[in-house]
């Protein structure tokens, strides 16, 4: 599946930003779908995901309460809500999926098949 990710900017802190993720036609139910990102000189890490097979989100400690991560299977799109952005949220934001991932898997990014482009968000103070 080619996923394309989409809403990243320059935006100041305390302000929102919602990015989106279209898988290309594909059934959006036959995957779970995780969010990553990497700031410069650091590693990719988790930010957030839905499990397919336990239909629920799960979130990085770092951005609970602040970012909801949803999917609109009418529109095969996961889209990843971010609120209250501070200057640590700016990095390269990448979607990611895979159709075998469970629920216990989803922060390990070795673990998806398939990743979107990545779309940048800087947040300024």
């Known amino acids: 599946v080619q996923l394309q990710a989409s809403g990243g900017g320059s935006v100041q802190a305390g302000d929102s930003l919602r990015l989106s993720c279209t898988t290309s036609g594909r059934n959006i139910r036959n995957y779970s779908m995780g969010w990553f990102r990497q700031a410069p000189g650091m590693e990719r890490e988790f930010v957030a995901g839905?499990?397919?097979?336990?239909?629920?989100?799960v979130y990085a400690d770092s951005v609970k309460g602040r970012f909801t991560v949803s999917r609109d299977t009418a529109k095969n799109t996961a889209t990843l809500q971010m609120n209250s952005l501070k200057p640590e949220d700016t990095a390269v934001y990448y979607c990611?999926?895979?159709?075998?991932?469970?629920?216990?898997?989803?922060?390990?990014?070795?673990?998806?098949?398939?990743w979107g482009q990545g779309t940048l968000v800087t947040v300024s103070s």
């Open positions: 990611a999926a895979d159709s075998a991932l469970i629920y216990g898997r989803m922060t390990y990014a070795g673990d998806y098949d398939y």
């Open positions: 839905w499990s397919r097979t336990s239909n629920r989100a």
